[in-house]
C-alpha cells in the first residue's frame, strides 16, 4: 500500500526524480509571494476525478475513436515556451541517474522545489487544442464521422462574414444587426459546447477565460474563418495548469482517475490503468515512453489488453507537467 505523503514531501520526491529545472536558477526558501502563488494555483488547479469519458457511455476502446484520432506528426510550430527538462533521452539510465543525483544536491543547498509547479509554460492556442480536443477530434478537426464529428462547421456558424456570405448566396435579405446576433449566437453555442459537453463529448470546465479565448481563436483559424486572420493568441500557464489540461483533456477520456494499476492480472483482464497509479508504478522516463509508443505491441495483444495509441504530437516538458500534476494533486475517485 502506499503511503499518503503531504504535499511538500510529494513534490521533493517527484521533483527528484524529474530534472526539471527552475527558471533563473537556484531560488532561496519559499517567500510571501511563493505562498500567495501557490494558493492562488491551488484555488484554479484541480484533481481529476471519477470514471473515464468512455467507461461513463459504457464503450469499449474498440468501439470508439474517441482519444485514439490524434495521429502520428509532432508537434505544431507556435509560439509555445516551455521550461526546459534536463537531460537525454529518458531511456539512458545514466544520464538521468546523474540528474537525480544533481537535483539531490539541490535540495540539500536548500533549492525551493515547490516553484517548479509555478514554473511558465507559454501556450498558443494550438497547443490548447492539442492537450484537450485532438485525441478525438484529430489534427485538423474533421474528427471521426459519424461518431465524432467535425466541429469546423459549428465554429464557421460564429463568423458574421460567412453569414453574411450563406445568405447573399441564396439571395436572402442581409440586415447588419441580424447577422451579428447569429454569429453571437453561434460563438455562444461553442462555448457552451466547451464548458458543458454533448451527448458523447466531455464537458471541458476546466477551461476558463483566456484559455478558451485563445483556443476559440485557433478553431476559428482552423475553420478558415475571416476575423481569426493573423497572429495566435497565447496564454502563460504554471507547470501544474499545463498537466491539468493534459491529464482532463486527453488521459481521462480512457483513463479512470482511481482505480486498479497496471499489474499483469490488470492487464490481462483488459483493464486500463488509473490515473492515480502513474505516479506510484511509473518514473517521469517511464511515462514518457508509454505515451510516445504506446502499449499495442505483440506482448500486449497475447496479453488480452493494455493497448494504448501513441501520441507523439505531445512534448517531454507536458508529458512531465502531467506526471508532476498527478503527484501533486492526487485523483479522487
Excluded: W
Excluded at 38 to 66: I, K, Q, W, Y
Excluded at 78 to 95: C, V
Excluded at 206 to 217: C, F, I, M, R, S
Excluded at 247 to 270: F, L, N, W
Amino acid at each position: 500500500m502506499r503511503t499518503h505523503r503531504g504535499p511538500a514531501r510529494r513534490f521533493a520526491v517527484t521533483a527528484l526524480a524529474l530534472g526539471l529545472t527552475v527558471c533563473g536558477g537556484t531560488a532561496p526558501r519559499p517567500s510571501a509571494a511563493a505562498v500567495d502563488a501557490a494558493d492562488a494555483r491551488a484555488e484554479t488547479v484541480t484533481p481529476v476525478s471519477g470514471p473515464s469519458m468512455l467507461a461513463r457511455l459504457h464503450l469499449d476502446l474498440d468501439e470508439t475513436h474517441m482519444g485514439q484520432s490524434g495521429g502520428r506528426d509532432t508537434p505544431p510550430e507556435t509560439s509555445r515556451s516551455e521550461p526546459p527538462l534536463d537531460g537525454a533521452s529518458p531511456g539512458e539510465a545514466g544520464p538521468m541517474g546523474r540528474l537525480i543525483r544533481r537535483f539531490a544536491d539541490r535540495f540539500r543547498q536548500g533549492e525551493d522545489a515547490a516553484a517548479t509547479l509555478d514554473t511558465p509554460f507559454v501556450l498558443a492556442g494550438a497547443d490548447l487544442y492539442r492537450l484537450n480536443c485532438r485525441s478525438c477530434h484529430g489534427p485538423d478537426g474533421a474528427g471521426s464521422p459519424p461518431e465524432i464529428p467535425s466541429y469546423l462547421d459549428a465554429v464557421r456558424g460564429a463568423s458574421a462574414a460567412l453569414l453574411r456570405r450563406r445568405l447573399e448566396a441564396r439571395g436572402a435579405p442581409v440586415d447588419d444587426a441580424f447577422v451579428a446576433r447569429l454569429a453571437a449566437g453561434g460563438e455562444q453555442d461553442v462555448r457552451d459546447r466547451l464548458l458543458h459537453g454533448g451527448e458523447k463529448m466531455p464537458a471541458f470546465p476546466h477551461l476558463a477565460g483566456a484559455e478558451v479565448d485563445a483556443l476559440l481563436h485557433y478553431l476559428k483559424r482552423q475553420a478558415g474563418v475571416p476575423e481569426a486572420a493573423g497572429g495566435e493568441q497565447t496564454v502563460t500557464e504554471t507547470v501544474a495548469r499545463v498537466g491539468e489540461h493534459l491529464v482532463k483533456g486527453t488521459c481521462h477520456v480512457c483513463h479512470d482517475a482511481t482505480g486498479p494499476g497496471s499489474g499483469h492480472m490488470m492487464m490481462m483482464r483488459g483493464i486500463i490503468p488509473s490515473l492515480a497509479s502513474f505516479p506510484s508504478e511509473k518514473s517521469p522516463g517511464d511515462l514518457i515512453r508509454t505515451v510516445r509508443y504506446g502499449t499495442s505491441g505483440m506482448m500486449m495483444g497475447m496479453m488480452g489488453g493494455g493497448r494504448m495509441p501513441t501520441f507523439p504530437y505531445l512534448t517531454d516538458e507536458e508529458i512531465v507537467a502531467a506526471y508532476l500534476y498527478l503527484e501533486y494533486y492526487p485523483p479522487r475517485p
